[in-house]
């Protein structure tokens, strides 16, 4: 209920302020130089609450907290009702029975009043009928909570139910005076004469009021009535109850004070003078409010340091706060969300400096929404952030992000709210790939295995290949992620984050950019820098990759499928096990054969692959002459010390176990070949 209140609040302050933020330097001097009858006490009022955003707002602030209160009251399920108690009758009913009958059934405990006068109580100093007491108590606790709620004319209305048609007079007599006849005559020929509003003698009445307000003998609820339409401050206190009633007293008496001063400023005629005491200024009156024994703690909590500061049009003030309240640890969603919402009305209504106080209080709204996990409210309130703001929260709400539908749909809520996908889709796959992986384990054969955080490194280049105009962008971000593998012994991952690279996407990029292709295979470069440096170091990986594989094939089926010679038979001079021998060893003879030609033939591509990376094109393997990031410069130096003299020592290998030995020898001039350069890496190995 208190939030739909302040939304209430700011609504009614916001519409008045942006409706009205040019008319208020317009003064009213040329509608009294325009108008040939001096204006009435409502035509001076109207003028000051056109002309006046202060007084215009603290009436405002009036209106909104009596609905408040009529709220209230219309939600109470037994709510106290005078009409349940009497019916039409006469004001007074007991008393006048006892002054009219010397015996009654219920004499009053107390000696009563002599007559029956709306002065008679005050005047004579006694007390009416003790059950017309009760009555009298309850009619004016209604009544007095019926001008809380702004419903004067129900006031009213109630006293005359109760026969005290004087008392509805009475409660008339604040109503400020105006003749619109005045106003027929100088527009034209009037048709009719209309009826006369107000209290011509409105100044007398209020006096009179205020006297009544001052008496210490009377009725304090009586005295509330009264302060009320008067504007007696003090008469109003002793009936609050809250931080609501202490507002909505201390602003009755400002505007009733300052409307006062306005009409007597500006009318012709001479008013009854009031007391010094009513002139006395209620400044700062939140101040008072926070000093009440009444509200003073319920002045220091949030919804109403949010309406007091709303109604001073403190917004920064208000940014400022609401931004440290989202900073502590015990803010409720539901808080942060109502703030949130209250930062996004500010701004379309213009206020909403400072940027990043707001920017903070959407973050923190923002934050509570990825946990939640609907990517159509994190996109909608992500795309109100500033630009880097919005790629870094987008980000992250994407990393935790693992089935293909939902990122599908992630996408799909970006595009619709304008995010930068390009950027956000980067960011997410770099912040998953720099994630530190802490081993368990120090076991080396076990390191080198993908774990769990290596798997999700590789599921996040899914992000970047959704788009084909990204795919120039996934292939450098999966070389990046194979790099981090490679150099890490996990080929196994390194194979799988390389897999996750469509293979069209070469091509792709050829067609996207117009490379051709001449007769000798050589490319049209038109790549930018960028671009051509992913694509070469992908074939790098590609190259690197197949080796592994082709060198474990290989070396599998060299050590591990080769046939096995028959055992020698035990009885060599029996006749059917010889026979038994011999074919086994034909068998065996044509198995291993066989097997000459497949390993001749594996050793062939392992070799073809193995060189491959040794007399790598276009400068070598890995190498890049026109890489900028000198991170990755070091990591591309760092996997040329690694691997190629792992390769080399792989083809060493192969060439040594298939008895090549002039082959073997011929690798050391290659090495030491100033083209390649091969021996700068290669240094500490020996032959």
């Known amino acids: 209920?208190?939030?739909?209140?302040?939304?209430?609040?700011?609504?009614?302050?916001?519409?008045?302020?942006?409706?009205?933020q040019d008319d208020d330097d317009n003064g009213m001097g040329g509608m009294l130089g325009d108008l040939i009858h001096p204006l009435s006490e409502k035509d001076l009022a109207e003028n000051l609450y056109n002309n006046e955003s202060s007084v215009r707002e603290c009436q405002l602030i009036i209106d909104w907290l009596e609905k408040i209160s009529g709220d209230e009251w219309n939600l109470m399920s037994r709510r106290p009702d005078v009409g349940h108690f009497t019916d039409r009758t006469v004001g007074w009913e007991n008393t006048l029975h006892q002054?009219?009958?010397?015996?009654?059934?219920?004499?009053?405990t107390r000696s009563i009043v002599s007559s029956l006068d709306p002065d008679a109580?005050?005047?004579?100093?006694r007390p009416l009928h003790d059950l017309d007491v009760e009555d009298e108590e309850r009619l004016l606790d209604q009544v007095f909570f019926e001008i809380r709620c702004g419903r004067l004319s129900r006031a009213q209305e109630l006293c005359v139910h109760c026969g005290q048609a004087w008392r509805g007079a009475v409660l008339e007599g604040w109503r400020l005076h105006h003749d619109p006849n005045y106003r027929t005559q100088e527009e034209g020929t009037p048709t009719q004469k209309l009826p006369v509003e107000g209290n011509p003698n409105r100044d007398v009445w209020k006096l009179c009021a205020w006297r009544l307000c001052e008496e210490p003998n009377a009725h304090p609820r009586d005295k509330s009535i009264l302060g009320a339409l008067c504007g007696h401050l003090g008469a109003l206190l002793p009936a609050c109850s809250g931080w609501e009633d202490l507002l909505w007293a201390y602003l009755r008496a400002a505007v009733d004070r300052r409307v006062e001063r306005e009409i007597r400023d500006n009318a012709i005629r001479q008013y009854v003078p009031m007391p010094n005491k009513y002139w006395l200024n209620v400044e700062g009156i939140f101040r008072e409010i926070r000093a009440n024994e009444l509200a003073k703690h319920e002045?220091?909590?949030?919804?109403?340091?949010?309406?007091?500061?709303?109604?001073?049009?403190?917004?920064p003030d208000l940014l400022e706060r609401m931004s440290e309240w989202v900073e502590t640890t015990n803010c409720q969603p539901q808080f942060v969300r109502f703030l949130a919402h209250l930062v996004i009305i500010l701004r379309l209504v213009g206020r909403s400096q400072p940027q990043e106080l707001g920017d903070n209080v959407l973050r923190a709204y923002i934050k509570i929404l990825v946990d939640e996990g609907e990517p159509n409210l994190v996109a909608y309130y992500v795309a109100m952030m500033p630009d880097d703001d919005q790629i870094d929260l987008y980000a992250t709400f994407l990393e935790s992000v693992t089935d293909s539908e939902k990122r599908i749909e992630c996408l799909r809520a970006a595009e619709k709210y304008e995010l930068n996908i390009k950027r956000i889709t980067q960011k997410v796959v770099q912040n998953i790939r720099n994630r530190r992986t802490e081993l368990e384990d120090t076991d080396e054969t076990l390191a080198r295995k993908a774990s769990d955080e290596d798997f999700s490194k590789i599921s996040a280049l899914d992000w970047v290949v959704f788009y084909?105009?990204?795919r120039g962008e996934a292939i450098w971000q999966a070389n990046a992620l194979v790099r981090t593998f490679i150099g890490q012994g996990k080929l196994e991952a390194a194979r799988l984050a390389f897999d996750k690279i469509p293979a069209d996407s070469i091509e792709m990029l050829m067609t996207q950019f117009k490379c051709k292709v001449d007769e000798k295979k050589k490319v049209d470069v038109n790549l930018p820098p960028r671009i051509s440096s992913a694509i070469k170091e992908y074939l790098c990986h590609k190259a690197y990759l197949d080796a592994q594989d082709g060198f474990s094939d290989w070396f599998h089926h060299f050590h591990n499928t080769k046939p096995t010679p028959p055992p020698e038979p035990k009885n060599k001079d029996d006749f059917a096990e010889k026979v038994a021998h011999e074919h086994k060893l034909k068998m065996f003879n044509e198995e291993l054969e066989r097997w000459k030609v497949i390993m001749k033939h594996q050793t062939k591509s392992v070799k073809s692959q193995l060189y491959n990376i040794i007399v790598f094109p276009d400068g070598g393997w890995?190498?890049?002459?026109?890489?900028?990031?000198?991170?990755?410069s070091n990591?591309?130096?760092s996997?040329?010390?690694?691997?190629i003299p792992e390769i080399v020592m792989l083809l060493h290998k192969v060439l040594h176990s298939v008895e090549e030995y002039d082959e073997c020898i011929d690798l050391a001039p290659l090495i030491m070949d100033e083209t390649p350069g091969l021996y700068k890496v290669t240094i500490y190995l020996c032959f």
Not at 622 to 632: A, K, S, Y
């Open 1 to 20: 209920m208190s939030e739909c209140n302040t939304w209430r609040l700011v609504h009614g302050l916001y519409r008045d302020r942006v409706l009205h």
């Open 99 to 108: 002054l009219q009958n010397s015996v009654v059934p219920y004499m009053s």
């Open 121 to 125: 109580p005050l005047r004579e100093n």
């Open 299 to 315: 002045a220091k909590k949030p919804e109403r340091v949010i309406q007091e500061l709303l109604a001073l049009d403190l917004v």
């Open 468 to 470: 084909p105009q990204q």
């Open 622 to 632: 890995l190498v890049d002459e026109n890489n900028e990031d000198e991170g990755r």
């Open 635 to 637: 990591q591309l130096r």
């Open 639 to 643: 996997l040329r010390s690694i691997c």
